[in-house]
């Protein structure tokens, strides 16, 4: 009998393509799974017991801002310690590369907080993401929002001119070259607003070439979503790209229940072009504080602000009232500022995620002083809440919606699944206690019920804290195209 490196026994598998548990060992040498055989037939060096508990692939969180997150918090504890493996950042149209300007100015500041993180091209932000040996890997979409302020500078209120559209084509040309995945885009911030259709639809031809993958915080997620459903659409068809609608929801009051238009909607689309969406599992979302965004929005709380601080996870009602003015007034005065609204309906996400195009993304925001709770919490509360506790779908299907069916949207190739031959990237986990414990009063707190989660054959995260596997690394497109011609 061959010893291998690490055996995983007797646990029940997930395989992450949604077909029913089995019980099995699973053996990993190097960086890959080796065996998946009957239990009690592997041997390793280093044995995990997993009676009772599931054996999944290690989950894939493909909405994050985790860009540059990986490289000052390498450890990555808020994603390794809910069983993601695998990061796919640089949504909403914000990435750390390519960037070109001496500052880091106020937008970007969302999801950078050093300067020496920025890199000028592509190539350059992936060695420094793979220099600071994080625990779990990377993958990166170019932001439409980057590149234009690359390329405009500060003045944003308007279409780029023609000699800026293909300057910007030329930086993602290059980007997709040396390793990004896909471009994202957020026409619904001030940066891309004044996009109109033409200019993303021209900035995205290098997509189709390269086959990249276009993600879209749309221009609209309110009264006016179906047009923007339309226009995301029709950005992905001209791009020759296959399309991944970010964090889809109806928001606003006025809103509730109109997943019965945008549903069927995708579904309609799906049969003719390559469509996907991802979803958190949480009623609130949350972003920069903007004041009109406050009458949709039934509470508000403020995560961080620069003017004013003290005020993390407090209620803008509340700060109003003490101010003695408006919430919009009190809003004004506390900018620039980050902000939590709830402005969803219950059955509306639970519609969302059980949808066939719908994947699992947290849309974390690593780091606001009192963040979400999605940040630290989606993966064990999807398992634990509304897999196990709810029902909402079964267990497998649950795992399947964060691993393989995500993997193959993002062309992740050799990951996503407890298979022979791929990454041994995987998550040991108790169904019967995993659960998240983040709440809006205490976000950053631990999921329960992770077991041991490996990246690349190394442990990221056991018994409740980091494993000090530092295996993670920046996912190169060429390469996974590449490898999925070989394998
Ligand atoms: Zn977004
Ligand atoms: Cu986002």
């Excluded at 894939?60 to 994603?79: F, R, S, Y």
């Excluded at 779990?136 to 001119?161: K, P, Q």
């Excluded at 000699?163 to 994202?184: W, Y």
């Excluded at 998240?436 to 442990?459: R, S």
Aim: charged residues 25%.
């Amino acid at each position: 009998m061959t010893a291998y490196d690490i055996v995983i026994r007797n646990g029940q598998v997930a395989d992450g393509t949604g077909k029913p548990l089995f019980a099995a060992d699973v053996a990993v040498k190097g960086d890959r799974i080796a065996a998946v055989e009957a239990p009690g037939t592997l041997r390793g060096d280093n044995e995990i017991d997993a009676a009772g508990k599931v054996v999944a692939p290690g989950f894939i969180d493909v909405h994050t801002h985790d860009d540059t997150a990986l490289i000052d918090n390498p450890t990555m504890a808020m994603k390794a310690s809910q069983g993601v493996t695998t990061v796919v950042c640089g949504n909403c149209g914000v990435s750390a590369a390519p960037y070109v300007r001496p500052d880091v100015g106020h937008w970007m500041s969302l999801i950078i907080k050093k300067k020496e993180n920025l890199a000028k091209d592509f190539a350059g932000f992936a060695a420094k993401v793979d220099a600071a040996k994080p625990a779990i890997n990377g993958a990166f979409l170019i932001g439409h929002g980057t590149l234009r302020l690359n390329m405009m500078g500060d003045d944003l209120n308007r279409v780029a001119s023609p000699a800026e559209i293909s300057q910007m084509r030329a930086l993602l040309d290059q980007s997709l070259e040396q390793g990004a995945i896909g471009m994202s885009s957020g026409l619904f911030y001030a940066v891309s607003n004044a996009a109109s259709t033409d200019e993303v639809a021209e900035v995205a031809q290098p997509l189709g070439k390269w086959g990249g993958v276009y993600t879209a915080h749309m221009r609209d997620e309110g009264d006016h979503i179906l047009a923007a459903m339309d226009e995301t659409f029709e950005i992905g068809r001209r791009a020759g790209a296959e399309i991944i609608v970010s964090h889809h929801k109806c928001s606003g009051r006025s809103n509730f229940g109109r997943m019965k238009e945008t549903l069927p909607k995708f579904t309609e689309a799906m049969k003719r072009q390559q469509i996907a969406f991802d979803v958190y599992p949480y009623i609130a979302g949350s972003t920069i504080l903007r004041t009109d965004m406050l009458e949709r929005a039934d509470k508000v709380l403020i995560t961080w602000s620069e003017k004013v601080p003290g005020l993390s996870g407090r209620d803008l009602a509340d700060i109003a009232r003490e101010m003695g003015c408006s919430m919009k007034e009190a809003g004004d005065r506390i900018q620039p500022a980050g902000a939590i609204y709830f402005m969803m309906d219950e059955k509306d996400v639970q519609a969302a995620m059980s949808h066939p195009g719908a994947m699992i993304g947290s849309d974390g925001i690593p780091f606001d002083a009192h963040p979400h709770p999605r940040l630290w919490g989606t993966f064990p509360r999807v398992l634990g809440h509304y897999s196990r506790d709810l029902a909402l779908f079964p267990l497998e299907d649950a795992v399947r919606r964060m691993t393989s069916y995500s993997a193959r949207r993002f062309h992740l190739t050799g990951r996503g699944e407890v298979k022979p031959g791929y990454y041994a990237d995987l998550c040991v986990f108790d169904p019967a206690t995993v659960i998240d414990t983040a709440t809006f009063e205490q976000p950053m707190t631990p999921a329960a019920g992770i077991d041991t989660v490996l990246c690349n054959g190394a442990i990221a995260w056991r018994d409740g804290k980091p494993g000090g596997g530092r295996a993670g690394r920046a996912l190169h497109r060429q390469q996974m195209q590449d490898e999925a011609k070989t394998a």
